[in-house]
């Protein structure tokens, strides 16, 4: 049950090669620069661009081999462009319901109630596209593409052409759908802070290649891999919601058995929550200081270490549990603490992010 | 009729036939022609746009010639037509009509063509996304949103070939209840020092072409086509 890729698209002066199993459920980002071949590799799975030589298979399903080739239209999937593109001769509904209509009674699994619902359009229903902003446009490009009731989701950087109101206006529908509809999407973006929202798969891919494939947080801490070396490190824990209200406008988690206060967040006890937390934003020491405003103490054990972005600095990868902690701190520090591989520590947290 | 006689009458119900039916015939074969025009990326292309806008600077009476020539019961249209056994075109309601389609053609070519290449590939494989068959794209967006240039193709033809003279008279001569259309009418009353029937059956081509006009100028406001949003 995945999907199975493998094109080779050449331009001349740009070589785009990829070779790639993905999982066929959740989210799985293709994150690279501008140009990196993101979005041409998406446009291959889509059939919207036929590379010759190309193979595809969809859950042990042929799209591409040779010269087979399945058609756009005939593909179970749905795609958002990084403009919204909406028909500007047909309304709100008439956008919605032109791939409706389109797919055979028996597989719609999805009916315009429920999406319009979902993406809060009761109210855009009557209007035409050029009266809407454009985070109302790309809700209602997601709910064009959620009613052919696909069986894989496509997104082209679907938020990049927004500003951050609308960014944030989006981002949480984009959350319920990965977490309420089980469609596996595959989502472009040279975002890292939207891949750390809502990926579960990240596959790196610069100047052509695929640099690398994996789990969000192993590729976020991977010790040879590009994220450890920006100013921006970071991690994403895979948290659980422990009380909603832990007084002081606070909510507890629980990550690796441990707790961690985060700053108030609705829930129900036992969800899952992501928090990103940054490793300029964590600092070490042998004992859990007393009288301290760091609320966040957390146990761990020293991985490994590598050279920060400036001489003075140490990256330090920390195991809390199964899960990986980034810390930056200085290297006159990690020699006053003697630090070493397989150290116990505790990890003060000072900012933790909603992921 | 204000003056105008049963052939007056047949020479304007022949020019509106004329101009109808050369229209709706050109605007349906000249759209797979624009559209593979917008959409083609063949360097040769040009050659064909070029044979496409050379009408716009032919003197009509050398492309009538030409034609002429070309259905006439010896020319290689009219010979081989004539050899399969029907008859030539020269001098038939038929060949002035195939004839305004030629002189016609980049008045509805251009604007298709234009209206084509503005509408983009993007809603195209936006419907592709969306389960529509490429017959199914064309007539549910591509079609809705060339619909100015549908009417311009319209207008224009329509328009240009409801005036002309020179390449009807050479292809159809002036046979009356077949080619003899309203502007040649016009000038064999002026010929004949006939001001007066000139005068009734000018108006009646002015009438109709503001009506005409008119009328579509208030189709195209109603039907305002937006941008791609």
């Given amino acids: 049950m995945s999907l199975k890729l493998d094109f080779t698209v050449d331009r001349g002066s740009f070589i785009l090669q990829a070779a790639l199993e993905l999982p066929a459920r959740g989210v799985t980002a293709l994150f690279g620069r501008s140009g990196s071949g993101k979005t041409t590799l998406l446009r291959c799975i889509a059939g919207l661009k036929r590379q010759r030589g190309g193979y595809l298979a969809f859950r042990g399903e042929t799209w591409q081999q040779g010269k087979d080739f399945v058609p756009t239209w005939k593909r179970p999937l749905g795609y958002v462009f990084q403009e919204a593109s909406l028909f500007p001769h047909l309304s709100v509904r008439g956008n919605l319901e032109y791939g409706y209509r389109r797919v055979a009674e028996e597989k719609r699994h999805f009916h315009c109630e429920e999406i319009v619902a979902l993406l809060g359009l009761e109210t855009l229903l009557g209007r035409c596209p050029d009266q809407l902003s454009g985070g109302q446009r790309q809700r209602v490009a997601l709910g064009r593409a959620l009613l052919t009731s696909p069986e894989l989701l496509l997104m082209d950087e679907p938020l990049a052409s927004l500003d951050a109101a609308s960014k944030e206006e989006i981002l949480p529908f984009l959350e319920r759908l990965r977490d309420e509809l089980q469609i596996p999407i595959i989502y472009v973006s040279h975002a890292i802070d939207e891949v750390i929202r809502l990926a579960d798969h990240v596959v790196l891919i610069d100047n052509g290649k695929v640099i690398a494939q994996g789990g969000l947080q192993a590729m976020l801490t991977g010790r040879e891999l590009p994220f450890v070396r920006t100013e921006s490190a970071s991690t994403a824990l895979e948290a659980r919601l422990r009380t909603a209200d832990a007084g002081d406008e606070l909510s507890e988690l629980e990550v690796e058995g441990q707790p961690l206060l985060i700053a108030r967040h609705p829930g129900n006890p036992g969800q899952a929550v992501r928090v990103r937390i940054l490793a300029r934003d964590v600092g070490l020491a042998l004992q859990p200081p007393a009288d301290t405003s760091i609320l966040n103490c957390l146990a761990v054990t020293v991985l490994d270490t590598q050279p920060g972005l400036v001489p003075s600095q140490l990256l330090v990868r920390l195991a809390l549990g199964g899960q990986v902690l980034l810390s930056r701190i200085s290297c006159r520090s990690a020699r006053l603490l003697g630090l070493h591989a397989g150290q116990n520590l505790y990890a003060l947290v000072k900012t933790v992010a909603l992921g | ?229």
């Fill in chain 2, 1 to 229: 009729m204000f003056g105008l006689t049963a052939a007056d009458l047949t020479a304007y119900w022949i020019t509106l036939k004329l101009a109808t039916v050369g229209t709706v015939v050109l605007v349906v074969l000249a759209t797979p022609l624009a559209w593979w025009l917008a959409r083609t990326k063949w360097k040769g292309r040009i050659v064909v746009e070029t044979l496409v806008a050379l009408p716009l600077v032919m003197p009509p009476t050398v492309m009538g010639f030409y034609l002429l020539v070309l259905f006439g019961p010896h020319g290689w249209v009219g010979g081989l037509l004539e050899s399969l056994g029907y008859r030539h075109l020269a001098f038939t309601f038929t060949g002035i009509v195939i004839g305004s389609m030629f002189f016609s053609l980049p008045f509805v070519v251009h604007p298709l063509q234009n209206a084509f290449a503005s509408t983009g590939i993007r809603v195209s494989e936006v419907a592709n996304t969306l389960r529509a068959s490429p017959w199914d794209r064309f007539v549910s967006v591509i079609l809705p949103l060339s619909r100015r240039g549908f009417l311009s193709a319209f207008v224009l033809s329509f328009a240009h070939t409801f005036g002309e003279f020179g390449m009807i008279l050479m292809i159809g001569g002036s046979i009356p209840g077949a080619t003899k259309v309203a502007s040649i009418a016009i000038y064999d009353h002026v010929e004949t020092m006939n001001y007066g029937a000139a005068h009734s059956l000018s108006l009646l081509l002015v009438a109709s072409s503001f009506i005409l006009l008119m009328l579509i100028f208030a189709l195209n406001r109603r039907y305002k086509v937006a941008g791609m949003a």
